[in-house]
Antibody, heavy 122, light 107 residues
Framework: EVQLVQSGAEVKKPGESLRISCKGS????????INWVRQMPGKGLEWMGR????????NYSPSFQGHVTISADKSFNTAYLQWSSLKASDTAMYYC???????????????WGKGTTVTVSS | DIQMTQSPSSLSASVGDRVTITCRAS??????LNWYQQKPGKAPKLLIY???SLQSGVPSRFSGSGSGTDFTLTISSLQPEDFASYYC?????????FGPGTKVDIK
């Protein structure tokens, strides 16, 4: 079964650092880009960025560039999303997704992790 | 960035109803449009990709159409398990952007 298994919920204080993970299984991890998507409480979906695990090339949304870092360790089939200094406004659910491609570069997010809840509060 | 809008933002419908949700892009995106369903407390699920292609395992009552800037998601006969939120997403270029969502609830 193809799946993405995300790390557990986190509760942090403002200014702290954090890294959450997303482990792929059931497919060739290096063959599919991994995206990260944020969903703030009661709100919609926001694309944060993506990484090609085969060469670690990353592509960020301008809204998140400089505030988060996307990385991966293909030897562990795992992608990461990290913050060096959390803010209360980072409180959200974070999803990792597998990026599939159909036809002429029709990218879509065909597999989703269950999400990691991050709560930042003093 | 390409802005995505959806209408309506919410709708109430009955089991068996035909439901249509509209998505509009701020510029032409050809057929680079995906639809996702999200139930409360769950991760989103891909329904339609490339505007009109049904994802494997998704019931045939779901269909998508459109190209350029205007797209629709249609549920031909609403079932109890279809009450959820629906999001469109453009994959024409990064940053990928989602519509604000349409919540479908029970009338």
């Amino acid at each position: 079964e193809v799946q993405l298994v995300q790390s557990g919920a986190e509760v942090k204080k403002p200014g702290e650092s954090l890294r959450i993970s997303c482990k792929g299984s059931g497919y060739s991890f290096s063959s599919y880009w991994i995206n990260w998507v944020r969903q703030m409480p009661g709100k919609g979906l926001e694309w944060m960025g993506r990484m090609d695990p085969s060469d670690s090339y990353t592509n960020y949304s301008p809204s998140f560039q400089g505030h988060v870092t996307i990385s991966a360790d293909k030897s562990f089939n795992t992608a990461y999303l990290q913050w060096s200094s959390l803010k209360a406004s980072d409180t959200a659910m974070y999803y990792c997704t597998r990026q599939a491609v159909a036809g002429s570069n029709h990218y879509n997010m065909d597999v989703w992790g269950k999400g990691t809840t991050v709560t930042v509060s003093s | 960035d390409i802005q995505m809008t959806q209408s309506p933002s919410s709708l109430s419908a009955s089991v068996g109803d035909r439901v249509t949700i509209t998505c509009r892009a701020s510029q032409s995106i050809s057929s680079y449009l995906n639809w996702y369903q999200q139930k409360p407390g769950k991760a989103p699920k891909l329904l339609i990709y490339a505007a009109s292609s049904l994802q494997s395992g998704v019931p045939s009552r779901f269909s998508g159409s459109g190209s350029g800037t205007d797209f629709t998601l249609t549920i031909s006969s609403l079932q109890p398990e279809d009450f959820a939120s629906y999001y469109c997403q453009q994959s024409y270029g990064t940053p990928f952007t989602f519509g604000p969502g349409t919540k479908v609830d029970i009338k």
